[in-house]
């Protein structure tokens, strides 16, 4: 489900504005969220070059290998009337981009290429423009992509929603004597179930494994006793992500310190999403997250940022962390989730999306924060 034209037109025209700004010749996108943004189409990179060439001053030409042509029909590209330059397999399609960029008359010393595109065709790209320096097209995506319209909030409102009643079911899969895969098995089904076209993440960290954030799934089998922590998310029709985390307990915990230790961290929480409102910097929502739990001694157990932005990416900007200056504005969308990791022990970590409004700020997520203590 792509925005519609007028949406993609607008963001073109805005891009062009900024890349004019930022006195780069042109911005050079292969399939991404960058061009799904865009363009309404996504897709991955491969070896065979595609490529938005969108120039500060010009219209944006599409280079597409020719056996991928047909699979543009239907898509906004049509629609949006942009020239289409194909290639066949033989020709050169980075000497086809330059010749493309070189139409202007215009020198061409900057271009800013996307973030994620593939090392082979930023190679390719600088053999066929040696005197042109290639920068990162997020210098200018990033400040349009981080400021969401009233049709993106509501696509995330709805993903928010929909792992929302994921973790409503928790209980149905979350069971003593079970692996953290079985159960991870059917988390994805049911992500896949309540909405999104995929679950692009399923964290099932259970007793010591809580303790590593990025944890995935693993054999271990549930105990009596486990704090399990769950990162869940997956992207929508609209390819807007969900990623929301509760850390449940299978009947009364087994360790003595996770009652304490939990209100720290859910104090930690709400202290930080309390803090988001426009004018604020996201640094200073990531230290309001850090003052109660370093206040209570497990600073240095809260080892990762407090949040990252969220949209056609899981993580994009602004990413909520300390260095960070940039001034939080309404429409920004963002996770807040402070972790206390207990290595070898336990971890815990709560994890909302949140969006920046005019005056301060909307949860995504509403399942309840408490430590979710599941029957044995
Ligand atoms: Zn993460
Ligand atoms: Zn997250
Ligand atoms: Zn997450």
Request: hydrophobic share 45%.
């Amino acid at each position: 489900m792509p925005a519609p034209l007028d949406t993609l037109t607008a963001r073109l025209d805005r891009t062009r504005d900024a890349t004019r700004v930022a006195g780069l010749a042109a911005l050079l996108i292969t399939p991404s969220p960058d061009l799904r943004y865009l363009l309404g189409v996504g897709g991955e990179s491969h070896e065979r070059l595609t490529c938005l060439v969108l120039p500060a001053d010009g219209d944006p030409v599409l280079v597409v290998p020719a056996l991928e042509r047909p699979g543009l029909d239907g898509t906004p590209v049509l629609e949006l009337g942009l020239e289409i330059a194909e290639w066949t397999d033989g020709v050169d399609p980075y000497a086809l981009t330059s010749a493309v960029l070189r139409r202007s008359g215009s020198p061409v010393t900057r271009t800013a290429v996307g973030d994620t595109m593939p090392a082979a065709h930023v190679l390719g790209l600088r053999d066929a423009l040696p005197a042109c320096q290639q920068e990162l097209a997020s210098t200018v995506l990033g400040q349009l992509r981080m400021r969401k319209d009233s049709a993106e909030i509501a696509a995330l409102t709805a993903a928010g929603q929909a792992i929302d009643r994921v973790h409503a079911r928790m209980g149905e899969w979350l069971r003593v004597g079970r692996t953290e895969a079985q159960v991870g098995t059917d988390v994805a089904a049911a992500i896949v179930a309540e909405g999104h076209t995929a679950a692009a993440f399923v964290i099932v960290g259970s007793g010591p494994n809580g303790a590593s954030p990025h944890h995935d799934v693993s054999a271990r089998v549930l105990q009596a006793g486990d704090v399990v922590v769950v990162d869940i998310g997956g992207p929508t029709p609209e390819g807007y992500f969900s990623d929301s985390t509760r850390t449940y307990s299978l009947g009364e915990p087994a360790q003595a310190d996770v009652a304490a230790v939990y209100a720290v961290l859910q104090a930690a929480q709400d202290a930080a999403v309390a803090a988001v409102a426009p004018g604020v910097t996201a640094e200073q929502v990531d230290a309001a997250a850090r003052v109660p739990i370093t206040d209570a001694g497990f600073g240095e157990r809260f080892i990762h940022r407090t949040g990252h932005g969220i949209g056609l990416e899981v993580h994009e900007q602004p990413y909520i962390v300390a260095g960070n200056a940039l001034i939080l504005e309404a429409g920004m969308t963002f996770s807040i989730e402070p972790g206390i990791y207990l290595p070898g022990r336990w971890g815990a970590r709560i994890e909302d999306i949140v969006v920046v409004n005019a005056s301060g700020v909307t949860r995504l997520n509403h399942r309840p924060r408490d430590l979710a203590v599941l029957p044995v």
